[in-house]
């Protein structure tokens, strides 16, 4: 199906079709638009996100920490490259000598902060729909003075019903943001029958953006940023890295190892803070 409509790309603004209709937690019936230009495909108004929401961990998704094992490896690796692990002095911190911070946007249930802390790293967690249930007592506070060296954003690009404008506010947090994504696998993915593509996730009405590559090299030119990919591994950043693709291939096959050794985990240090905090409320 293709019709011409009156809705705007939501990544470059360029006028797109009606790619097709699918049926939205079983009740809505809504169509999917496509741009011609830099290939966003996307539905237009997401009325049906508070329902979709009301358990913000979907139930379909089985992979949630068979990816954050993997993820945070990949995230470690890229958060040293950035130098995440470097004490530095920040002015408005008085000349206090603290740890930048890799904060995990979109985190879920603080899975990925938690590891990346016991790993050695400074990662604090941000969440707007889902509750912290590992990294409770490092949930960032956008009032601190503190540097973030990198911003991880896993799986939540497609969850943006705003997307250019919501990628915008995280780049102005963190303009190192290191995400995932499912790339459209051609034009417009089969959207019905046996051969549906797996990620549209129809039942759930949770996935509302589909991405190219042309339409996250428009949000980088745009914020004059490097956009580096891998697979469905992705960084936009003010820095040109050209192993990135490299660094991905190798974090499980021994790069993660050797940088774990060059850090001190946060694991009992986190658990003695913690307990003082929890005996000053008592």
Same mark, same amino acid.
């Given at each position: 199906?293709?019709?011409?409509?009156?809705?705007?790309?939501?990544?470059?603004?360029?006028?797109?079709?009606?790619?097709?209709?699918?049926?939205?937690?079983?009740?809505?019936?809504?169509?999917?638009?496509?741009?011609?230009?830099?290939?966003?495909?996307?539905?237009?108004?997401?009325?049906?996100?508070k329902q979709s929401y009301a358990q913000a961990i979907n139930i379909t998704d089985?992979?949630?920490?068979?990816?954050?094992?993997?993820?945070?490896?990949?995230?470690?690796?890229?958060?040293?490259?950035?130098?995440?692990?470097?004490?530095?002095?920040?002015?408005?911190?008085?000349? %206090?000598?603290?740890?930048?911070?890799? +904060?995990?946007?979109? /985190?879920?249930?603080? =899975? @990925?902060?938690?590891?990346?802390?016991?790993?050695?790293?400074?990662?604090?967690?941000?969440?707007?729909?889902?509750?912290?249930?590992?990294?409770?007592?490092?949930?960032?506070?956008?009032?601190?003075?503190?540097?973030?060296?990198?911003?991880?954003?896993?799986?939540?690009?497609?969850?943006?019903?705003?997307?250019?404008?919501?990628?915008?506010?995280?780049?102005?947090?963190?303009p190192n943001i290191l995400f995932s994504t499912e790339l459209l696998p051609c034009?417009?993915?089969?959207?019905?029958?046996?051969?549906?593509?797996?990620?549209?996730?129809?039942?759930?009405?949770?996935?509302?953006?589909?991405?190219?590559?042309?339409?996250?090299?428009?949000? %980088?030119?745009?914020?004059?940023?490097? +956009?580096?990919?891998? /697979?469905?591994?992705? =960084? @936009?950043?003010?820095?040109?890295?050209?192993?990135?693709?490299?660094?991905?291939?190798?974090?499980?096959r021994g790069l993660f190892t050797i940088i774990q050794k060059q850090l001190q985990?946060?694991?009992?240090?986190?658990?003695?803070?913690?307990?003082?905090?929890?005996?000053?409320?008592?």
């Amino acid at each position: 199906m293709s019709k011409t409509s009156e809705h705007l790309c939501k990544i470059c603004n360029h006028q797109t079709f009606i790619a097709f209709y699918a049926t939205i937690l079983h009740t809505y019936e809504e169509a999917f638009y496509k741009c011609p230009q830099c290939g966003f495909l996307s539905v237009g108004n997401a009325h049906w996100l508070k329902q979709s929401y009301a358990q913000a961990i979907n139930i379909t998704d089985t992979g949630l920490v068979a990816r954050n094992l993997y993820l945070y490896k990949i995230a470690s690796v890229v958060a040293y490259f950035f130098n995440a692990h470097k004490a530095a002095t920040f002015m408005g911190g008085g000349g %206090a000598i603290s740890l930048p911070i890799v +904060l995990d946007i979109g /985190g879920g249930t603080g =899975l @990925l902060t938690r590891l990346l802390r016991d790993v050695g790293f400074e990662a604090q967690w941000s969440d707007e729909y889902c509750d912290n249930i590992f990294a409770q007592g490092f949930t960032y506070d956008n009032k601190q003075d503190k540097q973030i060296a990198l911003a991880t954003c896993f799986e939540v690009f497609e969850h943006l019903p705003d997307p250019l404008h919501q990628i915008e506010s995280m780049l102005d947090i963190c303009p190192n943001i290191l995400f995932s994504t499912e790339l459209l696998p051609c034009d417009v993915p089969q959207s019905n029958g046996e051969n549906t593509w797996w990620y549209y996730g129809f039942e759930h009405g949770q996935h509302i953006s589909f991405y190219t590559k042309q339409s996250l090299q428009f949000i %980088a030119k745009k914020r004059k940023l490097f +956009l580096h990919s891998c /697979g469905s591994i992705h =960084l @936009l950043s003010t820095k040109r890295i050209p192993l990135f693709a490299l660094l991905i291939k190798i974090a499980h096959r021994g790069l993660f190892t050797i940088i774990q050794k060059q850090l001190q985990s946060k694991t009992f240090s986190d658990s003695i803070m913690l307990q003082a905090l929890a005996n000053q409320r008592s």
